[in-house]
Structures are given as structure tokens and as C-alpha cells.
């Protein structure tokens, strides 16, 4: 099993272009997530799906949408990038009640100029 | 709302000894607790959790955490570091009111030395 893979690996945009950040698990969870990290704020939530067909904001959504295409796949999507939005974003899966614990993809290092 | 504090940025310690990584938190409801290691350039991976029961939980690679209701405090442990324990630490809360979602800490920086 590869578990959570993502799309790029690292990524440079300049200020208002576009791209989708793709994410997918072959772990037949429910639950899946986008979290962003920047140094010293620890992980935090952008958008989760708790199921296949639902989306929901989480603590950081401006500038971004989500799709969960299927529920192996999870899309994140910067419509027009800024350069607050330079960060490195994971994805992660999980079954949905909140004492499964998460399992993350490698990260996507995205810079924006 | 539901947070965690990691208190201290970094921990130094000396191969060998033991060491600690402090988390306390603040949730609505029974909390479930993580602990997530990050090494350089990966993901988050799960060492281990606190659900219901037995106040000290063990997980992955020898690391322990004691649950301590009263002090709403969830501390990493192991009694030996090793230098290839060296990494980021996370600490996570949920709770059963909250579908899923977890609330992150901070992150320690863990640093062994030989």
C-alpha cells in the first residue's frame, strides 16, 4: 500500500496563477484533510471532507477550494495564489471518529513569488 | 474550541537519558490525545493516543505519554533517548463533539546528543 500519496512535490507559482494540489489514499478511509505548515504554527486546518460528497472549511480556508473527486481523492485548489500562501501542505486520511488517529501524505513545498 | 500547548520550542537532551516533551490542552468533552513525529522533509507519523483507560499509553520506537486529567496534561516520554530520536514532536486533541477534526500543537524540536 502506498497510504497517502500527493501531487507535486514541490512547486513554484508566481502571484496569481492558478493549481490544484492533488492528494490520494489507498487506505479506504472516510475522512480526509488539508492542513498547511509554517515554521513555528504548528499544522493548521484548511478544509476536511468527512465523507465521500461532503467538504467543510476549517481554520485557515480563504483563498482555497477543495473537491473530493471520489473517496480515494482529495484536490485542493489556489485559484490565485498569493505569496501569504507559501507554505508546505499536507494531506492526511483518517476513518472518521475522532479517536482515529491521521495518516499524512510527504507534504507539498509551495512557494509563491 | 479545543487547543494545545506545546510549551517549549526545544528540548535538548543527552543520549542516553531520558526525556520529556510537554503537551497540555483545552477541549469540550472527553479528549482523545496523539503524539506525531516529523522527521526532516516527511510527513507526520502516529506514535500513539489516549483514548479511555490506562493513564500512561505506550507507542512506536519506545516512547510513552501519561494522561493526567487533572493538569489536562498529555507529556511525551521515553526513559532513553537515542540520537535518531532527534525530530519535530506534534501534539493533537479532538474530541468526540468535534467529527474528526484535531487541533494541533506548535510542534517541539527534539534534538539528541551524543
Known amino acids: 500500500n502506498a497510504g497517502v500519496t500527493q501531487t507535486p512535490k514541490f512547486q513554484v507559482l508566481k502571484t496569481g496563477q492558478s493549481m490544484t494540489l492533488q492528494c490520494a489514499q489507498d487506505?479506504?478511509?472516510?475522512?480526509m484533510y488539508w492542513y498547511r505548515q509554517d515554521p513555528g504554527m504548528g499544522l493548521r486546518l484548511i478544509y476536511y471532507?468527512?465523507?465521500?460528497?461532503?467538504?467543510d472549511k476549517g481554520e485557515v480556508p480563504n483563498g482555497y477550494n477543495v473537491s473530493r473527486l471520489n473517496k480515494r481523492e482529495f484536490s485542493l485548489r489556489l485559484e490565485s495564489a498569493a505569496p501569504s500562501q507559501t507554505s508546505v501542505y499536507f494531506c492526511?486520511?483518517?476513518?472518521?471518529?475522532?479517536?482515529?488517529?491521521?495518516?499524512f501524505g510527504p507534504g507539498t513545498r509551495l512557494t509563491v513569488l | 474550541a479545543q487547543s494545545v500547548a506545546q510549551p517549549e520550542d526545544q528540548v535538548n537532551v543527552a543520549e542516553g537519558n531520558p526525556l520529556t516533551v510537554k503537551c497540555t490542552y483545552s477541549?469540550?468533552?472527553?479528549?482523545?490525545l496523539f503524539w506525531y513525529v516529523q522527521y526532516p522533509n516527511r510527513g507526520l507519523q502516529f506514535l500513539l493516543k489516549?483514548?479511555?483507560?490506562?493513564?500512561l499509553v505506550k507507542g512506536s520506537y519506545g516512547f510513552e505519554a501519561e494522561f493526567n486529567k487533572s493538569q489536562t496534561s498529555f507529556h511525551l516520554k521515553k526513559p532513553s533517548a537515542l540520537v535518531s530520536d532527534s525530530a519535530l514532536y506534534f501534539c493533537?486533541?479532538?474530541?468526540?463533539?468535534?467529527?474528526?477534526?484535531?487541533?494541533f500543537g506548535d510542534g517541539t524540536t527534539l534534538t539528541v546528543k551524543p
Open positions: 492526511a486520511s483518517s476513518e472518521p471518529y475522532s479517536y482515529n488517529e491521521q495518516f
Open positions: 487506505m479506504n478511509h472516510n475522512s
Open positions: 471532507s468527512a465523507s465521500e460528497g461532503t467538504t
Open positions: 477541549v469540550s468533552g472527553n479528549p482523545y
Open positions: 489516549y483514548i479511555t483507560g490506562d493513564n
Open positions: 493533537a486533541v479532538s474530541a468526540n463533539t468535534n467529527a474528526g477534526k484535531s487541533t
